[in-house]
Nanobody, 121 residues
Framework: QVQLVESGGGLVQAGGSLRLSCAASGNFFSIDVMGWYRQAPGKQRELVAT???????NYADSVKGRFTISRDSGKNAVYLQMNSLKPDDTAVYFC???????????????WGQGTQVTVSS
């Protein structure tokens, strides 16, 4: 059973920083891509950033220059360094991974349980 476990959310003042972490555990063949989405109250879930070996990194325009995504393949982990946080960044942040569970299977998407990030003005 594949699981994604997140940590690092919390409450921070505007202009501050937080670092989110997510690690994949369980039995699987490989990880194609990892990333972060977020969902604010009353809004749809939106892409924040992704990182993949072949295609590199991708960021939402709203976080470019402030957030940095990185990955530790040896630990099956992904990180999101969030700087210059704004109240609009307040949301539940979800880790996701595109994982090949067995070598002959297609990539499946897995989600973490979500971690709350609250930025006060």
């Amino acid at each position: 059973q594949v699981q994604l476990v997140e940590s690092g959310g919390g409450l921070v003042q505007a202009g501050g920083s937080l670092r989110l972490s997510c690690a994949a555990s369980g039995n699987f063949f490989s990880i194609d891509v990892m990333g972060w989405y977020r969902q604010a109250p009353g809004k749809q879930r939106e892409l924040v950033a992704t990182i993949a070996s072949r295609s590199g990194t991708n960021y939402a325009d709203s976080v470019k220059g402030r957030f940095t995504i990185s990955r530790d393949s040896g630990k099956n982990a992904v990180y999101l360094q969030m700087n210059s946080l704004k109240p609009d960044d307040t949301a539940v942040y979800f880790c996701y991974a595109g994982i090949v569970v067995v070598a002959t299977s297609p990539t499946q998407r897995f989600w973490g349980q979500g971690t709350q990030v609250t930025v006060s003005s």
